[in-house]
């Protein structure tokens, strides 16, 4: 099992320009998420998932947008990047009751 | 409503030396309870977790008691590596309908040889 892979790694983006974030799971999770983490900073949540064609906001979705067609991929948008979406960005999966899986992270800059 | 308090970092600590990161929590019922370490430049990973009152979650030494009177989970080491520097998070399972997990601020430890 590959676990939670996202892609890509790193990313530069211009204000204004757009993007999306990849997140796959191969562990069958029904539960997806998106947090950010600011420097020095703990876990904020953007979006989750708990099953395929079902999302929800979490805490700081404003300027994201989210969609689930398949139960392996919860991939996240940028529209109109601003630089208050610099941030390391960490896709995690669980099957419930149980632990989070995370991915390693993708990590944004927005100039 | 709910939420989690942790303790503030960063923390310090000579090699061998004790280390207790505190963490509290408010809920209506009684939640599973986790720690959480991330490792510099990665994802965040589970280190232990205890899922009703008393139990005790530990792995690679650390320990921490689901303490159900105090509503805490302090996480202890009785002798820190420098391999152990990382940021520590408390995570206690709050929102159960969509098992979202409400992490703590994240406490910083590095551990000096």
């Known amino acids: 099992n590959a676990g939670v892979t996202q892609t890509p790694k790193f990313r530069i983006l211009k204000i204004g320009q757009s993007m999306t974030l990849q997140c796959t799971q191969d562990?069958?999770?029904?539960?997806m998420y998106w947090y950010r983490q600011d420097p020095g900073m703990g876990l904020k949540l953007i979006y989750y998932s708990v099953g395929a064609g079902i999302t929800d906001k979490g805490e700081v979705p404003n300027g994201y947008n989210v969609s689930r067609s398949t139960t392996e991929d919860f991939p996240l948008r940028l529209e109109l990047a601003a630089p208050s979406q610099t941030s390391v960005y960490f896709c995690?999966?669980?099957?419930?009751?149980?632990?989070?899986?995370f991915g390693p992270g993708t990590r944004l800059t927005v100039t | 409503g709910d939420s989690v308090t942790q303790m503030e970092g960063p923390v310090t600590l000579s090699e061998e030396a004790f280390l207790t990161i505190n963490c509290t929590y408010t809920?209506?019922?009684?939640?599973?309870l986790f720690w959480y370490v991330q490792y510099p430049g990665e994802g965040l990973q589970l280190l232990l977790k205890?899922?009703?009152?008393?139990d005790k979650g530990s792995n690679k030494g650390f320990e921490a008691t689901y303490r159900k009177e105090t509503t805490s989970f302090h996480l202890e080491k009785g002798s820190v590596q420098v391999s152990d520097s990382a940021v520590y998070f408390c995570?206690?399972?709050?929102?159960?309908?969509?098992?979202?997990?409400?992490f703590g601020s994240g406490t910083q430890l590095t551990v000096l040889p």
């Open positions: 995570a206690p399972l709050l929102f159960l309908h969509s098992e979202q997990l409400t």
């Open positions: 205890a899922t009703k009152a008393d």
């Open positions: 995690a999966s669980t099957k419930g009751e149980s632990e989070q899986y």
């Open positions: 562990m069958n999770h029904n539960y």
């Open positions: 809920a209506t019922g009684y939640p599973s």
